[in-house]
C-alpha cells in the first residue's frame, strides 16, 4: 500500500541554525501538506500545497518557514533560523484531492532545537 | 478561531465494550469530519470520515455526525487492547483544505 514517507526519522539541531524537512508524498496524490505537533499538544496545520504553489498556511508559517517541490517527489519544509519553540514532530500528509479527499500522514520527524 | 474541542480522557473501558467518542465544533460551516488514532510517538492514522448526517459503520467503527448539534461521535464495539491509544476528531470547512484537529482523548482498554 502507498505511504507518505519522510527523512530524518529525528533531527536534533543548534538554535538558530537552518533545518530541511523532506517528504515523500504518496506518488499520485496533488496536494501537499505540513503539520506539526508540540509534544503534548494537539496537531496544528502549518502549510498546504497544490501545483507547485501554497495554497493555504496558518499564522505559524511565518518567514521563517518556507515550502518547496525540488522534483517531481520530494516536498521539503524549511525552516530557516530555528527557534527553541520550532522543536516538535513535524508530519507531512498528502492528498489526492484537496476538498473533501482523505490526508495520509507521514511517520513524522522529530525536530529537537538545543 | 475555529475550535474542535474533545474530552481528553483518560477514557478506560473494559475489553470487549463499547467505547464511545465525542467530539464538537464550532465552524458551522464544516464539511467533513475524519477521525484518526494517534499511538504514543506515532502519526495519526484514518480510521473513519463521514460528511453527511447520520451513521457511517466501518467494521467494529461506527461514526456519528449531526451538523444541527455541530457534533461527530466515534463508537468502537468490542474494545480490544489495540485500540488503546489516542483518538483525533479533525474537521474540514468549506473550501479550506486544511484539519483543524481536537487535543484528542486517549482511550485505554482494559483487558
Known amino acids: ?10 533531527q536534533v539541531t543548534q538554535m538558530g541554525q537552518e533545518v530541511i524537512l523532506r517528504c515523500v508524498p504518496i506518488s499520485n496524490h496533488l496536494y501537499f501538506y505540513w503539520y506539526r505537533q508540540i509534544l503534548g499538544q494537539k496537531v496544528e496545520f502549518l502549510v498546504s500545497f497544490y501545483n507547485n504553489e501554497i495554497s493555504e498556511k496558518s499564522e ?15 516536498f521539503t519544509l524549511k ?3 530555528t527557534k527553541l519553540e520550532d522543536s516538535a514532530m513535524y508530519f507531512c500528509a498528502s492528498s489526492a484531492s484537496g476538498m473533501r479527499e482523505t490526508q495520509y500522514f507521514g511517520p513524522g520527524t522529530r525536530l529537537l532545537v538545543l | ?26 465552524d458551522r460551516g464544516s464539511q467533513s469530519f475524519f477521525w484518526y488514532r494517534q499511538y504514543s ?7 473513519m470520515f463521514i460528511y453527511s448526517n447520520g451513521d457511517k ?15 461527530v461521535s466515534l463508537l468502537i464495539r468490542d474494545s480490544q487492547p489495540s485500540d488503546s491509544a489516542t483518538y483525533l476528531c479533525a474537521v474540514k470547512g468549506f473550501g479550506n483544505e486544511k484539519l ?6 486517549r482511550l485505554t482498554i482494559i483487558p
Do not use: M
Request: charged share 20%; net charge negative.
Open chain 2, 57 to 71: 459503520e466501518d467494521g467494529r467503527f461506527t461514526a456519528q455526525l449531526n451538523k444541527a448539534s455541530q457534533y
Open chain 2, 100 to 105: 483543524t484537529f481536537g487535543t484528542g482523548t
Open chain 1, 1 to 10: 500500500e502507498p505511504e507518505v514517507t519522510q527523512t530524518p526519522s529525528h
Open chain 1, 60 to 74: 505559524i508559517f511565518d518567514d521563517q518557514f518556507s515550502v518547496e517541490r525540488p522534483d517531481g517527489s520530494n
Open chain 2, 41 to 47: 510517538g506515532k502519526s495519526p492514522e484514518l480510521i
Open chain 1, 79 to 81: 525552516i530557516r533560523s
Open chain 2, 1 to 26: 478561531q475555529k475550535e474542535v474541542e474533545q474530552n481528553s480522557g483518560p477514557l478506560s473501558v473494559p475489553e470487549g465494550a463499547i467505547a464511545s467518542l465525542n467530539c464538537t465544533y464550532s
